[in-house]
């Protein structure tokens, strides 16, 4: 039997901030276990919360990032929550009045799986704010609970289910991510966990209108596993379906090793969590003023950048996504095109020679030593002919190991390109001289000869010729 696949996400994204969301202890990733704490993020009693506006603010700017309406009253609530990761015994979130509803987040293109997507619109149905909860460390006989994470500021951002496959959640989440970090409000590191999801997924008759039972997949810290899980369920519930098998409410956890989904456990009812109103803390109102000003840090949106690399830089699509898929490279970009290279070529180096040093270093291009003005400089000197592209990688990873000046290196390491008609001549004789056989399967027409020539002559002049003087004159003299 064939059937609908229908995925909603829930997606955790921690705000970058310097503090946490109700006390002023520092937000600080990788830090001592429970160093970062105060009495107000380890739920002393008595204390009082104090909300960090900024992050309030951040929030609806998420909101703006991908079409939400920001509410102008919303408030924070208490979820009553009995586990050691949170101390207060409460996290304080909220519940029916969240600070963004009803946006959207548009995907096209070619999936993770190669296969090409449909080009819609999901729908976000709601992101509400909260603080996060302590994390738990698990050794063989106890648990370690570290508070530094207890109290840092997190949105819950919830789609509807408008998802219908894997490729579709992974563009939904690669495309969510790019909002936030275009943005600045989260960098979005899985690794760091600063973007989590969890998903809901059932199957029901092509067709049908009423929905299949759904189980949700919870915890997945990485796109490819949110990827993996979602093929994985989809099988399975299949052939759960078609074995006339019975699918229930539960809560799977995913195995990265083992590649599959197990029941963490079966869902009897909705939880209760007893939300009420947090009475230690005001709504959270905007005025009209309030949001302009939010909405005049809107940065350009990822989608409106890529349309500007294909119209008006010319750029063809698919450097337009590379580029654009991660803020910091396509800022890159943009500040070499400000330098005064030419795009296209800007483009070709970044995606090739630029990605290819910083994956052997294991950087990213934060770390570079390579400035975008002297990377300009280097393509200016290609452009110039004054270098030729072969030295031109040399000097490249020069700069890349040193952040020096590519005309500087150039100069001091008498790179400059020979053009001098004499000078290529007299490399051009001497490979003849030095290689009869060869001239002889020139003149016999034995294909790619002139190739071996060219390469001769580079060795002579240790990269430094011309290529296109190179190969000419050869052609000249050997007819
Ligand atoms: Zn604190």
């Known amino acids: 039997m064939e059937y609908d696949v229908v995925i909603g996400l829930e997606v955790h994204v921690q705000l970058k901030s310097e503090s946490k969301m109700f006390c002023s202890c520092a937000n600080e990733y990788g830090a001592e276990p429970n160093t970062n704490v105060c009495p107000i993020c380890l739920g002393y009693p008595g204390v009082l919360p104090v909300p960090n506006i900024k992050m309030i603010q951040k929030t609806a700017l998420a909101g703006m990032m991908i079409d939400c309406d920001v509410a102008k009253f919303s408030k924070f609530d208490r979820k009553s929550y009995f586990y050691p990761d949170q101390a207060k015994n409460y996290q304080i979130t909220q519940a029916d009045l969240p600070i963004c509803l009803e946006g959207k987040i548009d995907i096209s293109g070619k999936g993770l799986s190669g296969k090409d997507l449909p080009t819609k619109s999901i729908g976000v149905e709601r992101i509400h704010m909260e603080e996060d909860v302590a994390k738990s460390t698990h050794f063989g006989n106890c648990t370690g609970v570290d508070f530094n994470r207890a109290g840092t500021p997190l949105m819950e951002i919830v789609s509807h289910p408008d998802m219908n496959s894997a490729d579709e959640v992974y563009a939904y989440l690669t495309n969510l991510k790019q909002a936030m970090q275009y943005a600045g409000i989260s960098d979005c590191d899985a690794e760091k966990g600063q973007i989590r999801c969890d998903v809901n997924i059932s199957l029901k008759p092509k067709g049908a209108?009423?929905?299949?039972?759904?189980?949700?997949?919870?915890?997945?810290?990485?796109?490819?596993?949110?990827?993996?899980?979602?093929?994985?369920?989809?099988?399975?519930?299949?052939?759960?379906?078609?074995?006339?098998?019975?699918?229930?409410?539960?809560?799977?956890?995913?195995?990265?090793?083992?590649?599959?989904?197990?029941?963490?456990?079966?869902?009897?009812?909705?939880?209760?969590?007893?939300?009420?109103?947090?009475?230690?803390?005001?709504?959270?109102?905007?005025?009209?003023?309030?949001?302009?000003?939010?909405?005049?840090?809107?940065?350009?949106?990822?989608?409106?950048?890529?349309?500007?690399?294909?119209?008006?830089?010319?750029?063809?699509?698919?450097?337009?996504?590379?580029?654009?898929?991660?803020?910091?490279?396509?800022?890159?970009?943009?500040?070499?095109?400000?330098?005064?290279?030419?795009?296209?070529?800007?483009?070709?180096?970044?995606?090739?020679?630029?990605?290819?040093?910083?994956?052997?270093?294991?950087?990213?291009?934060?770390?570079?030593?390579?400035?975008?003005?002297?990377?300009?400089?280097?393509?200016?000197?290609?452009?110039?002919?004054?270098?030729?592209?072969?030295?031109?990688?040399?000097?490249?990873?020069?700069?890349?190991?040193?952040?020096?000046?590519?005309?500087?290196?150039?100069?001091?390491?008498?790179?400059?390109?020979?053009?001098?008609?004499?000078?290529?001549?007299?490399?051009?004789?001497?490979?003849?001289?030095?290689?009869?056989?060869?001239?002889?399967?020139?003149?016999?027409?034995?294909?790619?000869?002139?190739?071996?020539?060219?390469?001769?002559?580079?060795?002579?002049?240790?990269?430094?010729?011309?290529?296109?003087?190179?190969?000419?004159?050869?052609?000249?003299?050997?007819?």
């Open 209 to 479: 209108e009423k929905l299949g039972t759904k189980t949700e997949i919870k915890n997945l810290n990485s796109f490819r596993n949110a990827h993996a899980s979602v093929e994985f369920e989809i099988k399975r519930q299949t052939k759960v379906l078609n074995e006339g098998g019975e699918i229930y409410q539960e809560t799977r956890g995913w195995n990265a090793e083992k590649n599959h989904t197990y029941i963490m456990r079966v869902k009897e009812s909705a939880n209760d969590y007893r939300y009420f109103p947090e009475p230690d803390l005001l709504p959270v109102t905007f005025t009209d003023a309030d949001l302009e000003e939010i909405r005049k840090e809107m940065p350009e949106r990822p989608a409106e950048r890529y349309n500007r690399y294909i119209n008006e830089l010319e750029l063809p699509e698919y450097d337009a996504g590379v580029l654009t898929s991660e803020k910091a490279m396509s800022d890159y970009f943009d500040a070499c095109v400000a330098a005064g290279a030419e795009a296209k070529a800007t483009a070709n180096w970044i995606m090739s020679e630029l990605l290819r040093e910083l994956n052997e270093a294991n950087q990213t291009i934060a770390d570079c030593k390579v400035k975008a003005e002297d990377l300009a400089k280097l393509l200016g000197l290609i452009a110039k002919k004054t270098i030729n592209g072969k030295i031109a990688k040399k000097v490249f990873a020069e700069m890349f190991a040193s952040g020096n000046d590519p005309e500087a290196i150039v100069k001091e390491k008498g790179l400059v390109q020979v053009t001098d008609k004499s000078a290529i001549e007299a490399f051009v004789d001497q490979a003849i001289e030095a290689n009869p056989g060869p001239v002889e399967q020139y003149k016999e027409g034995k294909p790619n000869v002139d190739k071996f020539f060219v390469g001769q002559v580079m060795k002579l002049s240790r990269g430094k010729a011309n290529p296109a003087m190179v190969i000419e004159m050869i052609k000249e003299k050997l007819g």
